[in-house]
Every structure is written in structure tokens, then in C-alpha cells.
């Protein structure tokens, strides 16, 4: 087996020189991708200068639902109140909690630091030619900031940005893919080539700097194998047809350093192949999400045992809420814990009313499952019309008795019922001493008709990135800058470890739009409003 180093080593090897240049053309920026890193990236720098967005796909998309920032005057004006120990917490929780320690606290003290100017510099630029409003929304978090617009799901808010920073007279080249990055005798970066549309290489000369934002490497078989062997056991994924590594392959090739991280987001989702019966043109027709069986059921392996609290939380930490980083933990177990990363889903035919029962005892009425898998109350995920379809389409099993449930799945039968019995045993108790489920998601399988659906973990993203600085500005193996050369969005790395929230779409931001001022000079030290108080006090 290759060392990190060797594999890194593989990647960073030069490609011969391109000569064959068409066209040689000059700007301050140009940024590669034109995503959620990319758009904001370019729309910051539209304001500084001569702006250039390369984009391989004949079309740009970059829909978000909600972000997270903390101190921004739009927060404050909406009544939220920010203190340097709350800095510190959060600082401390994103490294401990989400990112496991393996970010760079440089970086995510960065992020922190500079989001809340992030969002009231993104806030007049959306609303000023969309109907999109953001909105204070602690159910993304205690500094959750959503784009609400009506007619959920995502808004397509990078059109107020293209037509911002074209306004600003910036461009975007469709259909031409950046391949090559240029630089001088002492490694700075100094442009990049691209091969358009008919096939000819141009030289864009950077005379600030050239900014990666090319998405992750999901669907480069090669760079996944080297640098995430058990990507062998996904049976599919949510990656995008583009990311193919493009940005990582080209600064590793001018010197960069890369994470060994591969895994990224996953989340819950049927393990058959499924052409969705609607017209939705998202993830969806990706991957599908099977009636009611990626909510907190009773998960069992092959071999028809019990392995992972499917609620996720521990006893005492939130009964009342499975947000999606919560779903993404527990498709994190289930793809370490069972040898092919499958499970099956088993739930009853009273599952929906038992869970209706369980929301009346809540204060509001409603249980709180949210994220795109298992969103409960969800008539559009989760409803018996739904599950019908999936029982007759073979995404879900039914039976009338769990011994011929455990035939048809082809499961040890009477594993299956010492596994159901004994479950059931303790929903009645009320009580997981075997996993310390939350009590609320305790519910017993004991009516007839039952139902079993194979669910696996399926990523959405990969994590690892090129390794970057607080600016944005990538490094090498040394941890010295490469000048020139900044990554942004998934691309770069040292923002992000092995699991993560909502934050990883301002993350995606922030960078490039970092990059953007540091390349420019004009990047400045952030002061917190509690700050501004103590001076003035």
C-alpha cells in the first residue's frame, strides 16, 4: 500500500508544458469554477478589478438553502447579541465537535472571524435583484442565516450574483476548463491555460492571482482509490459529473500539499437504482430516499442483528431534534460498522401514526426530523402513498409476519425475531440500554403488515482539500505560500475535518472571497461588535 506521501508524491508530478497557445489574454483575477466558491469569489472581486471566471460545464449552478455566520450587523439588527466567549465556544465546538480536531484552527478561526462580514457584504447584493430575502434562522444552528424564498426548495441565488459582477464587468467563459497553471522561475503563479469549447488552448495571464474553486474529486476514480481505498464500498453517490479533481490536480502539480481526507457528507439513502417518479432535476435523480425507512427506525445488518442508535443523539443531548448533520452521523456509522455498507430499514404498518402520537407530546405538536432525507413531517417524502409505490417498484419488502419478512430479504429468521423482540421489549420499557436510543424514537414493530427497505451511506462531497492558509492562500509541503495561488470552496482543505454542519456552505464561500482582498491588499482584520463596545465604553 502506497504511503500519503507517495500518493501525493503520484499526483504532484508536472505535466509537460502546453505550447500550442491560440490566444494569450490579461486580467487582475481569474477564478476557475464557477459554484458556490466561484460565484462569490467572483463577485467580490468585480469590485477590485478586471474579473474572469472559467467554467468547464455549458452552465453555472449554485443554489444554497441556508448559511451560518456569526456577528453580522444583519444578526444584530434581528436582536442576536455576540460576546468573545461565545467566539471562543463556537471556535472550540467546530474544531472538537464537527471537525474532530483535524482542521487548521487557524483557518476555522478565520472562517468564524470573518463570516458575519461575509453575510452583510452578500445580504444588499441578493435582495437588490431577487426576491430572495435572508432571514435569522436558528434552525440552522444558533447562527443560522436562511435565503427565504418562497417556493422552497433552494434558490437559485447566484443569478443576483452573475448579474452583479457582470454588471461590474466581469466574465464568464462557459464550456472552457482550466488545465494548466503557469509560473515563473521562483514557483509564483502567474496565469493559468484553458482549452475552450473548440478545442484550442488560451493563456490567461493573473496579474493578482489565480483562485481554484473547482468542486471536489468525487468522480475521479483514480484520485478516490488513492486517497480513500474503502470508496469501493459505495455503491453510488451524490457527486457531481464535474468533480473530477480539476483544481486539486493542478496545485498539486505547482507544489500544494493535500489532505489525505476523502469522506465527505453522506446521508441515508435507498441502495437500489431508482428512476424517481417525478420531474426534479436535484439530487434526486441521483440517488432516492425510500418512504419512512431513513427515519430513526430499527436498523439491522445482513445478518439481521442490531448495530448503531439509529437517533443518533446520546441520552440527555437533544431528544426532540435529528437535524441533518445527525443523519449524516449516522450514515457515518452505518458505513463503518457493516462490512458492504448496507443496512435494512425494519418498521411496521403503524409506524406514521405512532410518530404522529410522539409529536403530540410535544409543546409545538411536531417531532423534528429535518434534513433531504428524512424530514418528518415530510408528505413528500414520507407518506403511504409513496410507500405503495415503493413496495410494488421492489425498493421495500412487505410481509405479513416478521418470519416471512426475514425469508424474503433473505435474512436468518430467527435472528430477525430475537432482534424485533427484543426491541420491541424495550420500546415498551421505554428505555435503550442497548444503544440509548432517545425514548421518543422508541417505536415498536408489532402490526401487521411489516416492512423492510435497504438503505446505505451515500456521499455527497469529498472532504479533503488543498491545504490553505486563513486568506485562502495555498501551501506547500513546507506549509509556505505558493504565490499567486489560492484555493476556495471544496477544493481547498484545512477548513474542514472529518465531520461537518450547515458551516460547510459559508466555508465554501469564504475562502475565495478572502482570497479575493489578500490578493488584492486590501483584506482587513476583522473587529467584533462586542469589540466596538469595549472601545467605546
Known sequence: ??????????????????????????????????GLGGMVAAAKASELGSTLVLEKMPHIAAVRQAEWAFDSKFQRDAGQTFSAEERENIIGDLMRDDHWSMASQKVVTSFVDHS????????????????IRLEVEPGWGPYGV?????????????????????????????????????????????????????GNYIRYNANKGVILTT?????????????????????????????????HIMALQAGADMESIAWGDSFLTSDVRYNNHTNSTSLADLVYWPAYACLPQL????????????????????????????????????FWQTPNNKAWSIFDDKNESKLDEKAKTQENGVLHIGGVTSSWPSHGINNHEKLDRDVQDGITVKADTIEELAVKIHMPVETLKATVSRYNEMCQQGHDSDFIKEPIWLNSIDTAPYYASRITSTPCCTRGGITIGPSGRVLDREGKDIKGLYAGGTTAGSALGWQTTINICIISQMFGWLAVQDAYGVLQKPVHSYEKMAEHA
Open 146 to 198: 436562511s435565503y427565504g424564498k418562497p417556493g422552497y426548495p433552494e434558490p437559485d441565488w447566484f443569478v443576483p450574483l452573475k448579474k452583479y459582477m457582470e454588471r461590474n464587468g466581469a466574465k464568464i467563459l462557459l464550456n472552457t476548463r482550466g488545465v494548466q497553471l503557469i509560473q515563473d522561475g521562483n514557483g509564483k503563479v502567474t496565469g493559468i491555460i484553458a482549452k475552450n469549447g473548440d
Open 299 to 334: 436498523y439491522v445488518n445482513e445478518n439481521g442483528k442490531r448495530f448503531i442508535n439509529e437517533g443518533g443523539y446520546k441520552a440527555g443531548e437533544n431528544p426532540l431534534f435529528c437535524d441533518q448533520a445527525n443523519e449524516m452521523r449516522i450514515a457515518d456509522g452505518l
Open 215 to 247: 468542486g471536489s474529486f468525487g468522480k475521479n476514480q483514480a484520485m478516490m482509490e488513492d486517497f480513500f481505498p474503502r470508496y469501493e464500498l459505495y455503491s453510488h453517490d451524490m457527486f457531481y459529473p464535474e468533480s473530477t479533481g480539476d483544481g
Open 1 to 34: 500500500m502506497s504511503t500519503v506521501s507517495e500518493v501525493i508524491d503520484k499526483w504532484s508530478k508536472k505535466a509537460a508544458p502546453i505550447e500550442d497557445v491560440k490566444e494569450t489574454h490579461t486580467v487582475d483575477i481569474v477564478i476557475v469554477g464557477a
Open 116 to 131: 458575519g462580514a461575509l453575510i452583510d457584504w452578500i445580504k444588499p447584493i441578493i435582495e437588490k435583484e431577487s426576491d
